[in-house]
Nanobody, 129 residues
Framework: VQLVESGGGSVQAGGSLRLSCTAS????????MAWYRQVPGLECELVSS???????YYTDNVQGRFTIAHDNAKKAVYLQMNSLKPEDTTVYYC????????????????????????WGQGTQVTVSS
């Protein structure tokens, strides 16, 4: 399985970026997909996740600013990030669970690139004030 991200970059505060991720090799058509970001301490925070039926989760500090979407046929997931803030600056990772399960509260903070998920290579987002 390979997850390939694109769309990171630099933007001024208040600006927007759109991250994209395409998965190849996923055998399940109903896999959750998610976006994580690295936080201090080498942990990753679950920014947003989406189920195949469209149900979504957002961490509190991006609610109303970020929107996750998916294309099940393409096994792709997107993260539209609006009203970006300097504190959104970090590396963002696309992820999908290795087993057939849904993301839950135990996934909110994990070791980045743990063995429970497939991970993309990461894309840097930098927001300047």
């Amino acid at each position: 399985v390979q997850l390939v991200e694109s769309g990171g970059g630099s933007v001024q505060a208040g600006g927007s970026l759109r991250l994209s991720c395409t998965a190849s090799g996923l055998t399940s058509d109903d896999s959750d997909m998610a976006w994580y970001r690295q936080v201090p301490g080498l942990e990753c925070e679950l920014v947003s996740s989406i189920r195949s039926d469209g149900r979504t989760y957002y961490t509190d500090n991006v609610q109303g600013r970020f929107t996750i979407a998916h294309d099940n046929a393409k096994k792709a997931v997107y993260l539209q990030m609006n009203s970006l803030k300097p504190e959104d600056t970090t590396v963002y990772y696309c992820a999908a669970p290795r087993t057939s399960r849904h993301y839950s509260y135990s996934d909110y903070y994990v070791n980045c690139r743990n063995d429970y998920n497939y991970w993309g290579q990461g894309t840097q987002v930098t927001v300047s004030s």
